[in-house]
């Protein structure tokens, strides 16, 4: 059974940056896209970046966008989110996400739930 397991989180001031990774447990040969999701304080989850299943397109909240980058290595076993210039909103448990029959683009999240989830990982922005 395919796993997500994020790690990289952690406290950082307002300005400064952090990279988030997702391992891929097994590869189960299905197609597979991938995405990640953040809930803030007081707020819904929201998605925050997403990768289409040859890691060539992404797509990025308005709110992120020119500040987090979404990419995968070459063996697709690990998805990164490049976190740049952060800011105090940006404080929140983020989530990697993937997605298996329905993979349209790298859009895919903002139509389809994800099949699966990582466990969250927190990430804190000081000012």
């Known amino acids: 059974q395919v796993q997500l397991v994020e790690s990289g989180g952690g406290s950082v001031q307002a300005g400064g940056s952090l990279r988030l990774s997702c391992r891929v447990s097994a590869d189960d040969g299905r197609r597979r896209c ?5 809930q803030r304080p007081g707020h819904e989850r929201e998605g ?3 990768l289409s299943p040859s890691g060539e397109y992404s797509t990025y909240a308005d709110s992120v966008k020119g ?6 290595d070459r063996f697709k076993t690990t998805v990164y989110l490049q976190m740049n210039n952060l800011k105090a909103e940006d404080t929140a448990l983020y989530y990697c996400a993937a997605q298996f029959n329905h ?9 389809f739930d994800p099949a699966i989830w990582g466990q969250g990982i927190q990430v804190t922005v000081s000012t």
């Not at 991938?34 to 953040?38: D, H």
């Not at 500040?67 to 995968?72: D, N």
């Not at 993979?103 to 139509?111: A, F, I, M, V």
Request: with cysteine; glycine share 4%.
């Open 34 to 38: 991938m995405a990640w999701f953040r």
């Open 48 to 50: 925050v970046a997403g």
């Open 67 to 72: 500040r987090f980058t979404i990419s995968q």
């Open 103 to 111: 993979c349209p683009s790298s859009r895919w999240y903002q139509t």
